[in-house]
């Protein structure tokens, strides 16, 4: 009987009884229903939190846990991905002694993710399941620290002085993330920042520490620091968007936006080696409103996954996004290979892992189907 990771839309209970959920995303959740009855769900408290149902069963960050698949022993660890709030990667040792890593969405930063997931340190992967949203040379952005500090040098200036009163700071995130970048840029400028109840009530649900919930505040009119859905950053929109929140569009001289994620750098910049904030971030304006792109990505920079590659060295890769022929798989792994410099193992004789076609299949999907 196989296992089900994120292909909640092919959930079937003839295909599987067991399914795993990596984070709290529509792209991975999608096909979950609240009728849902086709096996038991696994994945780490926080996103089971976040969804609720009666065939949830949550497991611990980095503790090897047993489970039956089809009547056979499978050993589970749910490792930190280093993306959203919940989010997690899984390790699968088969019956057999073979290695599986799902890594679902992550960000690879390899110290932060061998401090994280100490396991990381000593495997022989026979397969790893890739997130290839950034497989592309030109997406080479820097590490979140770097634009973390830009966007809190950027945000700092607009704040000096007797500008504070009137300039607005909107941070475009999804429902569930970007936030360590705003809670970052508050907790430096020793502010708190406005999230509306239904974004506040999620983020309860995560159970942080009272420190990190007393960066936030449902009082809009605390902090000159807001959070907004990702989608609001524009313009005119950022103005209007303003004004829905009760404030008059006169009280804000400035309105600055705040657009994190990876496609705002596009290599435009070269490398993502490091450099001042204003080298970092890039710069749109319109009147006195300003939109800073900040390559804030939680998932992995081409440089990243080339380095994850060359330091797992996995027998078998799958890339699992904008792969969705065989062909595209096949240059994205191509293209990994070359850049790390050697090459893959393969290991036809072993088809524990495939994509969701079965044992052996060539056309890799985002969710992923392994062979208990």
Known sequence: MPIIVDGFHYAASELS??????????????????SWDCGLIYGTEPTLRLIGSQFLRPLPLNTPTHITVGGAPVVVTMLDANHCPGAACVLFEMVDGSLTLHVGDFRWDRETMLQMNPVLRALQLDCLYLDTTYCDARYTFPPQRQVIDATVAAVSQHL?????????????????????????????????????????????????????????????????????????????????????????QSDFKCVVGIQPTG????????????????????CRRQGADVIYGAPYSEHSSFTELVDCVRYLRPRRVVPTVNCGTAEKAR??????????????????????????????????????????
């Open 17 to 34: 009884r067991v399914y795993f959920l990596t984070h709290m995303h529509a792209d991975h959740y999608g096909g979950l229903t609240r």
């Open 160 to 248: 000096r002085g007797s500008a504070h009163a009137s300039t607005l700071i909107l941070f475009g995130a999804y429902s569930l993330g970007k936030e360590r970048l705003y809670l970052e840029v508050a907790r430096r400028l020793g502010k708190r920042v406005f999230v509306d109840k239904a974004r506040h009530q999620t983020l309860l649900c995560l159970r942080w520490p009272p420190e990190t919930m007393q960066l936030l505040t449902t009082d809009q009119s605390s902090t000159p620091l807001w959070v907004v859905p990702i989608s609001h950053i524009k313009f005119p929109a950022m103005r209007t968007h303003a004004a829905s929140r009760k404030a008059l």
């Open 263 to 282: 496609w705002t750098f596009g290599g435009a910049r070269g490398g993502g080696g490091g450099g001042s904030a204003a080298a970092l971030l890039s």
């Open 331 to 372: 240059a994205q792994v191509a293209l990994l290979t070359s850049a790390a410099a050697q090459p893959l193992l393969s290991d036809a004789a072993r088809p524990s892992v495939s994509a969701a076609g079965g044992a052996g299949s060539a056309q890799p999907l985002s969710g992923g189907i392994v062979e208990a």
